[in-house]
T-cell receptor, first 111, second 114 residues
């Protein structure tokens, strides 16, 4: 089945230690998104890629970066995680102007 | 700027009763509207969407929603609640143009009482 895969499902890191979250898709969608969802809150868009074009949201902290080496994969890098970065991170994909499909998410815990 | 307001952060209904989750939106352009469901520690699953055309939209698991432009609303309903419907529900809006940047409401947690 075509799908959006996120690894790992749970990630524990230490305060200030860089961490990378992974997203892959078999849908061949050209747009990939990263959302942050804190406890009991709505998902908030961090950035998205339209093909290789990176689009950052204005209020996304510089601590958050992303890479998309090819159509199938997209990575979220948190350079120096703080306690406030503990959240569920959701990856989504879509064709341009079409419905977004979400992965299961990675829950990040910062100690 | 677009925004979504979901009335009621918690809704509780009895099994078999009507489910009504309210969503109002604000958009300067004709919107795309969505309802997503999220089960604990899971990603978001699309229930239904409105883009253009028929204003009454049917989705999965017996849910439907009606787009009412005059009321700027997109309420979600299900005639008869099932225990498996217990989850968090998010209403979202996006612009038609460009990559769909979803703006979500705060979510409504639906509890089903036996």
């Amino acid at each position: 089945d075509a799908m959006v895969i996120q690894n790992p499902r749970y990630q524990v890191t230490q305060f200030g230690k860089p961490v990378t979250l992974s997203c892959s898709q078999t849908l061949n969608h050209n747009v990939m998104y990263w959302y942050q969802q804190k406890s009991s809150q709505a998902p908030k868009l961090l950035f998205h890629y339209y093909d290789k074009d990176f689009n950052n949201e204005a209020d996304t902290p510089d601590n958050f970066q992303s890479r998309r080496p090819n159509t199938s994969f997209c990575f979220l890098d948190i350079r120096s995680p703080g306690l406030g970065d503990a959240a569920m991170y959701l990856c989504a994909t879509s064709r341009f102007k079409e419905t977004q499909y979400f992965g299961p998410g990675t829950r990040l815990l910062v100690l | 700027a677009q925004s979504v307001t979901q009335l009621g952060s918690h809704v509780s209904v009895s099994e078999g009763a009507l489910v009504l989750l309210r969503c109002n939106y604000s958009s300067s352009v004709p919107p795309y509207l969505f309802w997503y469901v999220q089960y604990p520690n899971q990603g978001l699953q699309l229930l239904l969407k409105y883009t253009t055309g028929a204003t009454l939209v049917k989705g999965i698991n017996g849910f439907e929603a009606e787009f009412k432009k005059s009321e700027t609303s997109f309420h979600l309903t299900k005639p008869s609640a099932h225990m498996s419907d217990a989850a968090e529900y998010f209403c979202a809006v996006s612009e038609i143009q460009g990559a769909q940047k979803l703006v979500f409401g705060q979510g409504t947690r639906l509890t089903i009482n036996p």
